[in-house]
Every structure is written in C-alpha cells, then in structure tokens.
C-alpha cells in the first residue's frame, strides 16, 4: 500500500539555506545536501547529477547509494529514468522503478534495493543542469507536495550551481562561465571578428533564492507586480491604434493580471523561495513549456510571459538594461535575437553578432551585411553562457563563435585575420582597375545595399554602381509607415552619393521573414512562397503607389531604375509597370519634374518568369537573377534549413544550364541582364557565372575585391570549356574540375 509524507518544504529550504552558509568545499556542500534531503523526504537515497557535457550526466553526490559510484557514474541523455528526466525536463514519479519504461540497471550504485524512484530536473531558464533524484525500498508515490518540495529545492540548487557554490574536481563540477566553449551556428555575414561580449539583455542574478521573511517577499511580489501593471497600462495609453502592438500588449496585461500566475508565485513564496526565485521558478516552467509546444500561438504567449516575467525581475532586482557594465570597446555582441531599429543604435560600434535564433534572410541579417559586421545565427544556448567580458571570437565564414578562447584557438585565429587583412590591402591595390579577364571580357561589378551607411562603400569597394538597392528597410526600422516626403528625401541622398553612378531600387519586398511590425501579420504555412513582394504590392496599389511617386520625386530630374521583386508571371509586371505610369502620369500633372529617363526591370527569382513569352523578355527594360529566392525554389530547398540547403550546390550542372537558358533567352531578345545574391559574391561561383554569360555581377562591398582579384587572373573562355566539357561527361557538378583548372593556372 501507498504511504505519503507530509514534507515542510519551508524547513527543508532553512535547512538548506544554513548548509550554504558555511564555509565549505562544492563537494562538501553536496555531500551534505544530500543528507538533509533525504532525511526532509524521509527516504534512503537522494542523489544529484549533473551535466559533465551537453550529453553525459555524472553521479556527483548520494546518500544511500554506493559511494564509490560518485564521479564514476554516468548516464548519456536519456538513459534511464535519470537521463529521461534530464532529456524531456519533466518529472518521473513511479513505485516501481525496474517496471518503469527506460529504467536501467546500473550495478555499481547498488540501487537494485529501492524500488520507489522520484527525479526532478534541476534547471534554469530552460537551460538543463542536471537532475535530482530520492528514492526508498518502500513501493512509494510521491505525493505533489513532495514533487513540489523537491522541485524547489532543485530551483534552488540551480541558483546556487548557477552562483559557483558547488565547484570542485572534474568537468561536472567545473565552474560555470568560465571554460572555452565552441558554438556552432549558422553563416549570416561573412569575416572575422576578435572582441569582447556585450550581453544585448544582460542576465538577472538571483543572489538571494531563499526567503528569510516569507510576509515581506510577498509584499515585494505584490508591488513590483502593481509596478508592472501600471507600466503595461502606461504602454498600452500610448500606443496608438497599431493594432498589432496592442494585441500583444492585451497580453500582456491579460499575463499581469492573471490570478493563477499571482497564486503559483506567491505559493512559491509560502514554500520558502524568495519573490525573484519565486518569479524565477514560474519562467522556467513557462520556458519548459515553450520548448515543447509546436503551435505557433500558444508559443508566442508563452513568449508574452516569459518576456513578462523579465520585465518583473528587473523591477524585483532592480537590474535593469543599464547595469552599470561599461561596453567594451570591441564589442561583439550576443543575443536571443534582435530588431533592425535596435542593431542600427548599436551601428558600426559593434564587431561582431552572434544571436540564438534569426534567420538568413531576417531584419537583422540585412542590417548586419549592410554594416558589414561579421553575423553568426543559431548559437543555441549562447545567452546563458556568455558573461559581459568574456573573450570571444566569432568566425562568420564558417559560422563559429570561440568563447574564452585558449592561447593556441586565438593564435590560430589572429593568423586568418592578418592573412585577410594582406588580402584586403592586395584588393586595395586594385580597387580602381577595371573588372577585365584575360580573354578581354568587362565584367560589371555593382554592390548591393540598403541603408545610407552602405554608400560610402560605392567608393572604397570600387563597384560600378548599386545593382540593388533594397527599399523595405526603411520601413522595417519604423513603428509606423513612413512618409512619402521622407522617403524621397533618402531616395535623393542616396542618388547623390552615387556620385552618377546608376543605383538599381528595389521596390517594397516584404512578406515571408519581414513582416512590418505595423501591418497585420498573415498566418502562411510557406510565408517564402506566400502573400509577399510584388504580390503584396499588387493587392495594396496605395502602398506600391506612395513608394513609386517618392521615387520620381527623389529621382530630381534625374535617371532613375526601378525593379520590381519576386515576379512570377508577365501579368504581374505588366500590372505593376501600369501602375508606374500612373505615378508618372499623376507626377506630371503636380508639375513634379519628371524623371530623364527611366528603367523599369523585373528580379527573376521563380523558375517560372524564366520561362515567359519572349514578349515579356522586350517588354522588361532589363531583368536581374535573384539567385538566393531562385537557387531555393530550383532545387526546392529552403535556405533556411541546415538539413537541406548545403546539399545543393550553385555549381550543379543542372542549375548552370538553366542559368545559361536564361542568359541565352536575354541574349536573343536584347535584355539586359545582371546576377543578384551571395553567389555572385563568392568568387569561384563568380567566375563560372560570368563564363556562362553574366556581365553584370551584384553583391556585398566586401565581396568585390575577392571576386574582381580573380576574374582579372582568368580566361573565361577556358573556363566554360571546362564547365561544359564537365557537364557533357555526365557528372553532378563542375566545381572539383573548376577548382583543379584554377589551381593548375595559379
């Protein structure tokens, strides 16, 4: 039969409290925690593990079991009944434990006499540390007080691993935020970067996790929650009618508001944790749950209170954004993720950017390649390890982050950055020669670009104009529509930077990864494919229409070249150059003065515009491959999926020829016609675009020199006699035989 215990967590926590206050080694500390649980939980074992690495758990304390097993033990994520509790973050609670799915016998800890069996995970913010365990020969269910009593103190272990308190011998007691650590991401923003960490969000510290007067930690929760209250009725007094901003902050208030969260916190409190461990121990579950939950609503509530829950214990804390740390003056900075407004604050100070979360094509990717700021994206779990200080050294060509760095990873990083810098001094040197190959060929070499600190690079990379001038910035960066007058203001700036040279503007290409955060996001299965560009231009003609007149206006009586983005058929950009010449027209008729001349182009980005009537082909005044969008959509991989986007390469054969079909279909009509995206930036990808016809390169200033320095050195006559003896012979892709011909010639 069943018998429960009634467990004073209260007096489990003083217990613990005292331990902790003496002057002991970690593992002293440990040992002794695990007496006192034991005998709290009346039960003959209580054992803690705790991770070694991100896959192994290791026995690190026990009363009851073998004591010779500690430090000697360890189980793999999800081995046993201990790794399954680490793996999913969820309680096991069983009264027999060898009956129990997964459990594993493990000889050496002489655990084959205890047949009841409770773990608990210790963990922090969604970050697992490690496990808790009680177990007794009685067939035992712990009842929920127990299982909460056990998991506050292991909320508490948690702050107190997290504080350094149980630092000993061997890599599972090793001190936290202090070892080199690898993080491997994913490539944003190419180059290298040697600095020091600047926390976006710095962590909140919970120094006291244990309450001392349960009576005044809840009159703390309860004024900083009235705190809290007021500040979100505040927000949301002042936000207008942005519909979008409001609904969140409803839930916001709907979260402060929420009585079960109040009553989960404040029986947190009762049972002995202190009002910031207490808010602490609710976000954590919340995070637990975010982890877990596939639907894209419920995860963003649970994002609302976990942002919520941030906001609460820098009021309890009082350690808010600014807290005293003075950024460094090499900062590369780490974050969950970040707007483009919020990184254009930080502007050109930064060195470097690592983010948790991010996309390739996101906000923040577009401003970090516009300030040429080396960003690497999909660093899990880098928030929670990173201190503001720490060395760190981030590898945006291979997607790497190094943090504390030992001697010899730092040496061998600073001789890749003195070899770019010798590169970049040689790209220097030919800055201002022509693009021309051996076999007498002018390859064009423009820049992309985006943001008015992109055109100081025009002169310096030495690019021949602005292939792409990506228009949606300056409305991703707002909180609400820009202005027309304001637009044209930025439209003439950067025409004036140009100096003359021609500047290729991009019209509005939002949708899929860049939502505005004033307009009404749409709930699309495949956003990359769905409601976006020229498609939401179309179905809102005043939006397209205010942009196209603050481009005729900038223009001053100027040349002006527009294009319009994701084009998948001819009736899209015939209705979309209609509406420029109604602008025109409408332009004229104000006595605006209109453009010299104008260029209205189309960016081929779907396989379908490639096959268009040769009528659409004389129509378009030229046409620009948007090789990102179509390299996905050709090979039908998304590039946004590490799985899958490395597995097809620009250099298939199959890809080159359709390339070439569209370059011949140009040809013969007379379009002109340009390559737009990372490829034409990478310089052997570069140079067989041009051998099979492309003129006209665009990409990042950074990309320019490399890829210019290799065109001057080759024949693109003998190249495409590689590629297409390749291709004839049958083979996937040309690039092994395209390296070996280049490296035969240098």
């Known amino acids: 039969m069943t018998k429960t215990f009634k467990t004073d967590s209260r007096k489990m926590l003083g217990r613990l409290r005292d331990v902790m206050a003496e002057d002991a080694a970690g593992q002293a500390r440990l040992d002794q925690i695990t007496r006192l649980i034991a005998e709290e939980m009346r039960t003959e074992v209580c054992s803690i593990y705790l991770f070694r690495d991100e896959d192994t758990l290791e026995l690190c304390a026990t009363q009851g079991l073998n004591p010779q097993a500690v430090h000697e033990t360890?189980?793999?994520?999800?081995?046993?009944?201990?790794?399954?509790?680490?793996?999913?973050?969820?309680?096991?609670?069983t009264d027999d434990a060898p009956a129990t799915k997964g459990f594993r016998f493990m000889p050496e800890t002489g655990e084959e006499a205890y047949s009841s069996f409770m773990g608990v995970p210790i963990q922090r913010l969604g970050e697992k540390l490690g496990v808790l365990v009680v177990q007794s020969k009685q067939a035992r269910l712990f009842s929920e007080e127990e299982i909460y009593a056990v998991e506050v103190v292991a909320m508490v272990l948690a702050e107190m691993a997290e504080l350094g308190a149980f630092v000993g011998e061997g890599a599972a007691m090793s001190a936290r935020h202090q070892q080199?650590?690898?993080?491997?991401?994913?490539?944003?923003?190419?180059?290298?970067?040697?600095?020091?960490?600047?926390?976006?969000?710095?962590?909140?510290?919970?120094?006291?996790?244990?309450a001392e007067d349960p009576v005044r930690e809840l009159e703390r929760l309860h004024e900083a929650v009235e705190t809290l209250r007021v500040g979100v009725d505040r927000m949301l007094s002042t936000a207008g009618g942005?519909?979008?901003?409001?609904?969140?902050?409803?839930?916001?208030?709907?979260?402060?508001?929420?009585?079960?969260?109040?009553?989960?916190?404040?029986?947190?409190?009762?049972?002995?944790?202190?009002?910031?461990?207490?808010?602490?121990?609710?976000?954590?579950?919340?995070?637990?749950?975010?982890?877990?939950v596939s639907d894209s609503y419920l995860r963003d509530r649970l994002h609302d209170l976990d942002d919520l829950s941030n906001r609460l214990l820098r009021i309890l804390t009082g350690q808010g954004a600014e807290t005293g740390a003075e950024m460094p003056s090499d900062p590369i900075l780490i974050a969950r993720n970040i707007g483009p407004a919020e990184l254009l604050d930080y502007g050109r100070s930064l060195k470097g950017i690592v983010l948790e979360e991010g996309s390739v094509g996101s906000h923040a990717a577009i401003v970090a390649r516009a300030l040429a700021i080396p960003l690497v994206i999909h660093a899990a779990r880098i928030t929670t390890e990173a201190l503001n200080g720490d060395p760190i050294l981030v590898d945006g060509d291979q997607g790497l982050a190094h943090l504390r760095p030992d001697d010899a990873i730092v040496a061998a990083f600073r001789d890749k950055m003195a070899m770019q810098a010798t590169a970049q001094e040689r790209y220097a040197s030919i800055r201002d020669k022509p693009a021309d190959t051996l076999c007498g060929q002018h390859i064009k070499l423009k820049?992309?670009?985006?943001?008015?600190?992109?055109?100081?690079?025009?002169?310096?990379?030495?690019?021949?104009?602005?292939?792409?001038?990506?228009?949606?910035?300056?409305?991703?960066?707002?909180?609400?529509m820009p202005k027309r007058a304001e637009l044209s203001e930025l439209?003439?700036?950067?025409?004036?930077?140009?100096?003359?040279?021609?500047?290729?503007?991009?019209?509005?290409?939002?949708?899929?990864?860049?939502?505005?955060?004033?307009?009404?996001?749409?709930?699309?299965?495949?956003?990359?494919?769905?409601?976006r560009a020229i498609r939401v231009g179309l179905d809102k003609p005043g939006v397209m229409r205010m942009q196209l007149q603050a481009l005729i206006r900038g223009a001053k009586g100027r040349h002006l070249s527009i294009m319009f983005p994701f084009v998948a058929q001819r009736?899209?950009?015939?209705?979309?150059?209609?509406?420029?010449?109604?602008?025109?027209?409408?332009?004229?008729?104000?006595?605006?003065?209109?453009p010299a001349s104008i260029e209205v182009g189309a960016m081929l980005e779907t396989p379908s515009l490639a096959f268009a009537p040769d009528d659409f082909y004389r129509e378009v005044d030229f046409i620009s491959v948007g090789g990102n969008d179509l390299k996905q959509f050709f090979f039908a991989a998304d590039r946004e999926n590490e799985r899958?986007?490395?597995?097809?390469?620009?250099?298939?054969?199959?890809?080159?020829n359709f390339l070439e079909g569209i370059v011949y279909r140009c040809a013969t009509t007379g379009t002109p016609l340009s390559f737009c995206g990372e490829d034409a930036g990478r310089p052997v990808e570069a140079a067989c675009l041009a051998a099979i016809g492309f003129r006209t390169l665009s990409m990042r200033p950074a990309s320019?020199?490399?890829?210019?320095?290799?065109?001057?050195?080759?024949?693109?006559?003998?190249?495409?006699?590689?590629?297409?003896?390749?291709?004839?012979?049958?083979?996937?892709?040309?690039?092994?035989a395209v390296m070996v011909h280049m490296r035969d010639k240098f």
Do not use: C
Not at 257 to 276: F, Q, V
Not at 576 to 594: N, T
Not at 711 to 722: A, I, K, T
């Open 74 to 93: 360890r189980l793999k994520l999800g081995e046993g009944l201990v790794g399954r509790v680490a793996r999913h973050g969820q309680v096991v609670n």
């Open 180 to 210: 080199a650590k690898l993080f491997r991401g994913t490539t944003v923003q190419e180059g290298t970067a040697q600095g020091h960490v600047w926390l976006h969000e710095p962590r909140v510290v919970v120094a006291n996790p244990i």
């Open 242 to 292: 942005d519909k979008d901003q409001l609904e969140v902050l409803e839930a916001y208030r709907m979260f402060a508001n929420s009585k079960g969260w109040m009553r989960r916190m404040e029986a947190d409190i009762d049972s002995g944790l202190s009002a910031e461990a207490a808010v602490e121990k609710e976000q954590s579950a919340a995070r637990a749950r975010m982890n877990q």
């Open 447 to 480: 820049m992309n670009a985006g943001l008015m600190a992109d055109l100081p690079s025009l002169e310096s990379s030495g690019a021949e104009g602005v292939g792409l001038f990506r228009t949606e910035l300056q409305f991703l960066i707002r909180s609400h």
């Open 491 to 531: 439209y003439s700036r950067v025409m004036d930077a140009a100096k003359g040279q021609r500047v290729v503007f991009r019209t509005l290409d939002i949708g899929s990864d860049k939502v505005l955060p004033y307009m009404k996001a749409t709930d699309e299965p495949n956003p990359a494919m769905g409601w």
């Open 571 to 594: 009736s899209e950009f015939t209705a979309a150059r209609a509406e420029m010449d109604k602008a025109l027209e409408r332009e004229r008729i104000l006595g605006h003065p209109q």
């Open 644 to 656: 899958v986007r490395k597995r097809y390469d620009t250099l298939n054969v199959s890809f080159l």
């Open 704 to 736: 320019i020199g490399p890829v210019k320095s290799l065109l001057r050195r080759l024949d693109l006559h003998e190249l495409r006699d590689v590629i297409h003896s390749e291709r004839d012979s049958g083979t996937q892709s040309v690039r092994d």
